[in-house]
């Protein structure tokens, strides 16, 4: 048997293969011996026929039918003997074959791309910091009480922080009801930001059983934030069935308890200290992710790699097994276009794969691995978190891919960080709003 390799690109390969008649007689063999079985012939019990009698009838049908588990034997014979670790299965073209003389095919199949890295170490990003400021703090206090708020019933809306319910009555240009377009019992937060400032000040003072006509950008509607779109508007006549009054509570020590159960905090200082050290463990947490990011898009950026189509596919597979994921029933939303999800998503997916072959690269020429060093403060900080026995939770987790896979990815990180050029800018305020 001959065979010859040829290289379409960085990592498309065509392997041809020759193999006389002679090589090909232990696997017509095996054909044989697998036909036997299912064969019944005159005379003979099912399955005890002759292999001599059934090449004399059959021969060259079962050799025929054969090839192809022929050609997938030998290629996989192939792959084990070259160590070729193909990325797919391969693609049978091209097949020949001169009964009682040779056989000829072609398998097509895609590799990982050899790769030559820039300078990985030395690299130049940006890291974003955020100043936790009063303005900030003082919109999560806001944003903590709204979790809490009460509500009193109210004759008449004096400001923003009530809740109205109206029936709701869509009008054509000449004040005429539209038929079906109607809504009964509505609520509406006049506070909420989601609200065009029209609606909110066609509202402002509105009382129990008053009928009003609003006058809302088109196309927005109830929801309008911005202005009226090329001055259309569309009328609406509603009717105040109730008003309540929204509460927001006190902040004491009964509320602040309510909000960290685990803090002993008593005056509105100390609860606005720890509202500010969370948010900024969050934006900590921020600006380390975007770091993460910035380092990700640098290497893509410096080290031009190609993305084999066998891992984008996959990527594209994994990004549907996500969203069946996010379904009780594991199915995906009826309108689905997985053609136009494939179109939207492959950019993404592209640089995903073009990562995770740099990212292997590096790992792979810096020899970083992970240690049981490394595991047990990840095995104890989970078992603390679980409740559960540190021995049950290592015997798990040594055996777990993606736990590890999750700590080499931070010791790579930890390593492109240590060696990277950073630069620092601070997050202007209007910018976090």
């Known amino acids: ?112 791309p050899e790769i030559s890295l820039n300078d990985y170490k030395g690299i130049e990003v940006t890291k974003i910091l955020y100043n936790v400021d009063d303005k900030m703090i003082d919109e999560e206090v806001k944003y903590m009480q709204s979790k809490h708020v009460t509500y009193e019933n109210a004759e008449k809306a004096d400001s923003l922080e009530y809740v109205v319910t109206l029936d709701v009555q869509k009008l054509d240009d000449t004040g005429i009801e539209i038929i079906g377009q109607k809504d009964n019992d509505v609520r509406f937060y006049l506070n909420d930001p989601q609200f065009g400032k029209e609606f909110k000040e066609q509202t402002e003072g509105i009382a129990v059983g008053e009928e009003r006509i609003l006058m809302l950008p088109s196309q927005e509607g109830l929801h309008a934030e911005a ?12 009717r105040c069935k109730k008003i309540d009054k929204v509460v927001f509570p006190e902040l004491n020590e009964e509320f602040f308890s309510k909000i960290y159960k685990d803090a002993e905090i008593k005056t509105i200082d100390e609860f606005r200290a720890k509202v500010k050290e969370n948010l900024e463990a969050i934006y900590k947490n921020i600006s380390e992710q975007e770091l993460r990011n910035n380092i990700v898009s640098e290497m893509i950026k410096l080290n031009d790699v190609p993305a084999p189509e066998a891992l984008v596919e996959n990527i594209l597979h994994s990004y549907i097994d996500d969203l069946k994921n996010q379904n009780s029933k594991r199915e995906l939303p009826k309108d689905f276009d997985s053609e136009e999800f494939h179109k939207t998503k492959r950019t993404d997916a592209i640089l995903q794969v073009k990562w995770y072959l740099i990212r292997d690269e590096i790992i792979k020429r810096e020899k970083i691995e992970v240690t049981d060093k490394d595991l047990l403060p990840v095995i104890e900080s989970d078992a603390k978190k679980y409740n559960l026995p540190v021995y049950k939770l290592k015997s798990i987790y040594e055996k777990n891919p993606d736990v590890k896979y999750k700590i080499l990815d931070d010791k790579l990180m930890d390593f492109l960080i240590k060696n990277a050029k950073i630069k620092e800018e601070v997050k202007k305020e209007e910018i976090l709003k």
């Open 227 to 238: 202005s009226a779109q090329a001055g259309k508007t569309e009328k609406y006549k509603v």
């Open 1 to 112: 048997m001959a065979f010859k390799v040829n290289k379409i690109d960085s990592t498309k390969q065509e392997v041809e293969f020759e193999i006389p008649y002679s090589d090909l007689t232990s696997h017509f063999e095996k054909a044989y011996k697998k036909y036997q079985k299912k064969v019944a012939i005159p005379g003979f019990r099912k399955g005890k026929a002759p292999i001599s009698m059934l090449k004399r009838m059959y021969g060259d049908l079962i050799e025929q039918g054969s090839l192809e588990d022929v050609a997938n034997d030998v290629f996989r014979d192939y792959l084990k003997d070259n160590h070729v670790h193909p990325l797919s299965e391969g693609s049978l073209i091209d097949m020949n074959y001169e009964p009682k003389s040779i056989l000829t095919f072609k398998v097509k199949y895609e590799v990982k």
